[in-house]
């Protein structure tokens, strides 16, 4: 069981940076791999970014290639996500998720967070 909790979201301008944090707690966080995903109003959960757990490798939706950003310190048990030259059609509810196995899939993860809002918007 792994529970997860997500910080960080807020209103920011076009062209700003924001960066999200995820802290997890529960049994071994540290082997689990952790995914960023986004859900904007009207639309499907999507993968953001992933990474995992056994060997660092991250993985990214192509539309936030090159300014986004994952890392995660296993010592404070967190992952984050910097997000930089962010767009209005960032815009949306950021979740934090983990799952066993090396997945990132919007509808495959086994735990997830509560969520933190992120709108870009001038």
């Known amino acids: 069981q792994v529970q997860l909790v997500e910080s960080g979201g807020a209103l920011v301008q076009p062209g700003g940076s924001l960066r999200l944090s995820c802290v997890a707690s529960?049994?071994?966080?540290?082997?689990?791999?952790i995914g960023w995903f986004r859900q904007a109003p009207g639309k499907e959960r999507e993968a953001v970014s992933c990474?995992?757990?056994?060997?660092?490798?991250?993985s990214y939706a192509d539309s936030v290639k090159g300014r986004f950003t994952i890392s995660r310190d296993n010592a404070k048990n967190t992952v984050y996500l910097q997000m930089n030259s962010l767009k209005p059609e960032d815009t949306a509810v950021y979740y934090c998720?983990?799952?066993?196995?090396?997945?990132?899939?919007?509808?495959?993860?086994?735990?997830w967070g509560q969520g933190t809002q992120v709108t870009v918007s001038s």
């Open positions: 990474i995992i757990s056994s060997d660092g490798s991250t």
């Open positions: 998720a983990a799952h066993p196995t090396p997945i990132c899939l919007p509808t495959g993860m086994a735990y």
């Open positions: 529960g049994s071994n966080p540290n082997y689990y791999t």
